[in-house]
Structure formats: C-alpha cells, structure tokens
C-alpha cells in the first residue's frame, strides 16, 4: 500500500513540473454540490436509507484535472454502506442501530487527458484516485483506511453525442479487526446525447468486484439529464437502479456545477 502512495505522489508532483513549464496554460475551476439519495436492503430484512449532500472541487490546468470531494451524509438503517458514500453502495452487514449522520470519506484523484487522438473526436483519460478515511468508521460513515485505484477511460465525445468504456483496478486498506479486505476491478459504460443547445441526455452502467470474499458485486445502471442553466451554471439530474443485492434498490440526485466568473475569464 506505501508503494502506492509513493506512485501516487510521484505522480501529482510530475503533474506540477509538467505545467510549471507550460506558458499561458488554460485554466479553469469549477464547483458541484447538490443531494442524493438510495434506498436498499443489500440482502437484509430491513431498508437502509441514504441521503449526501456532496461537496466538490475540479480544477482543471490544459490537460490535467485535479479533483477533491467529501459528502455529509445522513444514513438511517443497519447496513454497512460506507464503501461508497455517495451513492450508498455496501453489503448487509449490520453497523448501525438508527441513524447517523457526519462527514464521510474524501476523494482526491489527478487525471491527465489525450484528446482529439489522431485528428478525431476520440480521448483517452488516465487517472489516479485516492480515498482519505475522513468519515468515522464506528459509525458507518467511512471505511476507516486508504484506498488507492488507477482508471483509464476511452471514448468517442464530439458536438453530437459522445461514448465512453472504462476500467481500473482498486487497491485496498485493511481495516482493524474486520474482514480481510480484496484488491479488485471495476468498470463502466455511457453514452450521451444532445437535446438542444442547453440539454444534454445520457445513459450510463457501473460494476466493481466486491471487497470481502463472499459478496456480491456491486453494480447499477442508470440515466441523467443535465441542463446548462447559464454560462456559469449547469445542473444535472440522475436516476438509477442496483442490478445486485451489493447496491441500493433506486438511487435519484440532483447535481449543480458551478464555473466562477472572475477564475474562468
């Protein structure tokens, strides 16, 4: 795990000598926030509801993007859902009694985008993420260590729609006194359209391996609608459905990303 977070250090500081070098680079820093909300039994008896209030920054310098986020999160029923906070992803294992609400994990993660590949609309993104164990494990709201994935995404993206694939792998910290922890793979697909100048439509699936021995993986499908309000404000509306007994029953969230004036000019 050390060795990891040695690569992923390596690689934010390569990132900064890279731009330091660049004359006149493209900046832009935007904003998101927003609720969500899923509901599941994770193959329990009993419901466990989730509601996050996410909380986001991008910045983005020509082709490398930096990202940082946390959720305060609302969390009423038994399951363990701290495998992924926003969306309430998790297994039926019982950690709670009532509610509990409180900051949950933080994700930071740098990305270096290929774009307009051989004169075409076609990119590849790299990525690598890191999860901070800023939600209080006791109490269901983080998973109590480091986690590290690398992602790679390829896609098509141009003025009439766009496609993407794509696949990482995630490294994972042991917590104390719980159940061995798995390494494990993930992946995803979408698509997306047009609907006039200000609206956009779009599809989307996700799965992951399961993270303890004897669950089921993760997964869920899902579309958005996402809307340009202003030149500065965009607001995006999700809805999806769990394919296992790993994920929420139904998940619905409303996103706004925000561009300031006087850091984008």
């Known amino acids: 795990m050390k060795t990891w977070a040695t690569k992923l250090a390596l690689l934010v500081a390569a990132s900064f000598l890279t731009m330091a070098g660049t004359a006149q680079a493209e900046v832009r820093l935007s904003f998101s926030t927003g609720v969500d909300y899923s509901s599941g039994e994770y193959g329990g008896e009993e419901t466990t509801e989730v509601i996050a209030v996410p909380f986001g920054v991008r910045l983005t310098v020509d082709d490398w993007t930096f990202r940082a986020s946390t959720s305060y999160l609302d969390i009423t029923g038994p399951a363990d859902v701290s495998e992924d906070g926003e969306t309430g992803e998790g297994s039926g294992v019982v950690v709670r009694e009532g509610a509990e609400r409180g900051l949950g994990d933080t994700r930071l993660s740098v990305e270096r985008a290929f774009r307009r590949i051989g004169g075409t609309d076609a990119y590849v993104e790299v990525s690598a993420q890191v999860r901070l164990p800023t939600g209080d494990e006791e109490r269901g709201l983080g998973v109590g260590t480091t986690d590290y994935a690398v992602v790679s995404e390829v896609g098509v993206s141009g003025d009439g729609g766009g496609i993407y694939v794509s ?26 359209l047009p609907a006039g100048n200000r609206m956009r439509v779009g599809a989307f699936g996700n799965w992951r391996q399961a993270s303890t021995e004897g669950n089921d993986d993760p997964a869920n499908a899902g579309a958005y609608i996402s809307y340009r309000m202003s030149e500065r404000m965009r607001v995006t509306f999700t809805a999806s459905g769990g394919l296992s007994d790993a994920s929420p029953d139904y998940m619905a969230g409303i996103r706004f990303n925000w561009l300031p004036g006087g850091l984008n000019n």
């Open 167 to 192: 696949a990482g792998y995630r490294f994972l910290g042991q917590r104390d006194g719980g159940p061995e922890r798995e390494d494990g793979m993930q992946a995803g697909v979408g698509a997306w």
